[in-house]
């Protein structure tokens, strides 16, 4: 039996999208499904409820000559009737129409269907970890900061804007507001399709259900994201996946399955580089030391050494992991010369040698002198 199965309204939706087109539902309709309305007549009923919220806002714009002038307003009046209070966390159109709280994702598909509405010609476009509008207007197109009234007014080559996204904690989700830069924010904003905003509520809410430690109604919202996203979004969604499958390795260890947890983080590696990878091989490192760890604790040695070589086998250049294995050797070594068992000794001190590293060769002249021995099989 599939988790979570598509409800009634997704799959009219996904099956109207099949052409990355929507006929039957337009922008805000979908926007509903994503959001968790399960039905399609439930869907029609918001939908007719909200188009009179929105009338009430454009009819006092569409009059306006001046096309960016007409954006201004529209983006003051949007939130002087409908976005109340920003929060990162504000991942569905529900939110919106409930609390009044939006994220950038809804902040942007209200903005952009209202734009349309009153002549204006408004596309989405993603820039690290933040969406926005990319404005139309006869003097040249304006980027527009929809999470703020001011969003006219916000320059993205400016250091405040950054320190304006830093305060607002302005993201997706899963960014790291504080680690950006103007460097970063400058970079050329690229054009997403509504098909791949509504993408964005399903993992948005993927990153919620991470949080909320409920890793396979994740896996269905990304799931569902996936089969909405374009390429542009297919690198961010990559990131969500990868995120989910960190927290399903960690949740794994925690429950005392390593061999579980250490396949889920070595299977996330894979087609992986950059920072991403970067950040999975520190999580890889530190699961096999608990691993050792947990047989070291327990009494365990031997087992222990074979999880350090098996965590080198692969990702032989891991120093944490080497340097683990070499003290662990090293110490147990020393432990066995101490109660005159050389014999085993030599055991631990072949391994370390085997890893190049010369503070063995002392102990095993200390074991030598000892015995002519040249273990080769573990201990009892």
């Not at 399609?40 to 454009?58: A, F, N, P, Y």
Request: glycine content about 6%; aromatic content about 6%.
């Amino acid at each position: 039996m599939v988790a979570y199965p598509l409800n009634d309204a997704e799959a009219a939706l996904f099956a109207d999208a099949a052409d990355r087109r929507l006929d039957s539902f337009d922008l805000l309709q979908a926007a509903l499904v994503a959001s968790g309305i399960r039905d399609v007549s439930t869907v029609r009923r918001l939908h007719g409820d909200l188009e009179k919220r929105l009338e009430s806002i454009t009819v006092q714009v569409a009059n306006i000559a001046d096309d960016k002038e007409r954006g201004e307003r529209l983006l003051v009046l949007l939130h002087e009737r409908l976005l109340r209070q920003y929060d990162k966390d504000a991942s569905t159109i529900i939110d919106v129409l409930e609390q009044g709280r939006f994220n950038c994702v809804s902040a942007t598909i209200f903005y952009n269907v209202l734009a349309g509405r009153v002549g204006l010609v408004a596309k989405a476009v993603i820039v690290p970890s933040h969406v926005l509008t990319l404005l139309f207007t006869m003097s040249g197109p304006v980027e527009v900061e929809t999470t703020s009234p001011n969003g006219f007014f916000l320059n993205r080559r400016d250091q405040s804007y950054v320190d304006f996204l830093i305060a607002q904690r302005l993201s997706t989700r899963n960014s790291h507001a504080e680690a950006e830069t103007v460097e970063e924010m400058t970079r050329k904003p690229a054009e997403i399709d509504n098909l791949t905003m509504i993408g964005l509520i399903f993992s948005n809410q993927a990153m919620d259900a991470i949080a909320q430690d409920d890793p396979i109604l994740a896996q269905a919202f990304l799931q569902r994201a996936r089969k909405l996203s374009g390429p542009t979004h297919s690198t961010v969604l990559r990131t969500f996946e990868v995120s989910l499958q960190a927290h399903m390795a960690f949740q794994a260890q925690e429950e005392g399955d390593f061999e579980r947890a250490v396949e889920i983080i070595e299977g996330a590696l894979v087609d992986v580089d950059g920072d991403l990878r970067r950040e999975l091989l520190q999580n890889r490192s530190w699961l096999y030391a608990e691993w050792a760890e947990s047989h070291t604790a327990a009494g365990e040695v031997n087992r222990a050494v074979e999880v350090y070589a098996r965590s080198l086998e692969g990702f032989p250049g891991d120093p944490k992991l080497r340097i683990n294995l070499l003290v662990l050797l090293h110490n147990e070594a020393i432990r066995r010369i101490n109660l005159d068992d050389c014999a085993n000794a030599m055991y631990y001190i072949e391994r370390g040698e085997a890893l190049r590293d010369n503070s063995f060769s002392e102990l095993r002249g200390r074991c030598l002198e000892a015995i002519g021995y040249l273990g080769d099989a573990p201990p009892e």
